[in-house]
T-cell receptor, first 111, second 114 residues
């Protein structure tokens, strides 16, 4: 079956360091991927997306890398801040709009 | 712009009772989604609307769950009768279109079944 999985359930980083959150997907036909941030008691917040015709996309302090050869997606957060503490989900956007979410990685930022 | 609005934020009911959730999507967003998020898991799609038509309800437990979007804007999701396993956060999301568009989520309704 199809699934989107995350390599690590938790990640702890020091404030100011860079964070890397990884994600594996299984459907090579998927053509659109999204990273979401979810804080406690809130809905998932869109961070950045990438289409399959791209390898890299940058936003403000965030970069998403897509490796289609090994079906791997990563989210890099530069200069991680306490406000970045949250659960991060990658999601695979299947044709027609159905989002498949992974289990999530909980990022903790130590001051 | 205003985000996706949901109400109520919290709801506690006993099993076998009924409950309804309301969602107002971002203005101009034609596609609306309802998700169920069980604690510790990612959201799971229940139903997707394109305007007022259902696109995908394959994972909606239709014996107890129903949803509508009569005028193509607001939507309601109903559970009747509720079971203990329905305890979850129910999230509404909307997007401009049905494919390859970012979905924007509301803060959800946290449902507890006693």
């Amino acid at each position: 079956g199809e699934s989107v999985g995350l390599h690590l359930p938790t990640l702890s980083v020091q404030e100011g360091d860079n964070s890397i959150i990884n994600c594996a997907y299984s459907n090579s036909a998927s053509d659109y991927f999204i990273w979401y941030k979810q804080e406690s008691g809130k809905g998932p917040q869109f961070i950045i997306d990438i289409r399959s015709n791209m390898d890299k996309r940058q936003g403000q302090r965030v970069t998403v890398l897509l490796n289609k050869t090994v079906k791997h997606l990563s989210l890099q957060i530069a200069a991680t801040q306490p406000g970045d503490s949250a659960v991060y989900f990658c999601a695979e956007n299947k044709k027609g709009g159905k989002l498949i979410f992974g289990q999530g990685t909980e990022l903790s930022v130590k001051p | 712009e205003a985000g996706v609005a949901q109400s109520p934020r919290y709801k506690i009911i006993e099993k076998r009772q009924s409950v309804a959730f309301w969602c107002n999507p971002i203005s101009g967003h034609a596609t609306l989604y309802w998700y169920q998020q069980i604690l510790g898991q990612g959201p799971k799609l229940l139903i997707q609307f394109q305007n007022n038509g259902v696109v995908d309800d394959s994972q909606l437990p239709k014996d107890r769950f129903s949803a509508e979007r009569l005028k193509g804007v607001d939507s309601t999701l109903k559970i009747q009768p509720a079971k203990l396993e329905d305890s979850a956060v129910y999230l509404c999301a909307s997007s401009l279109g049905p494919s390859n568009q970012p979905q924007h989520f509301g803060d959800g309704t946290r449902l507890s079944i006693l």
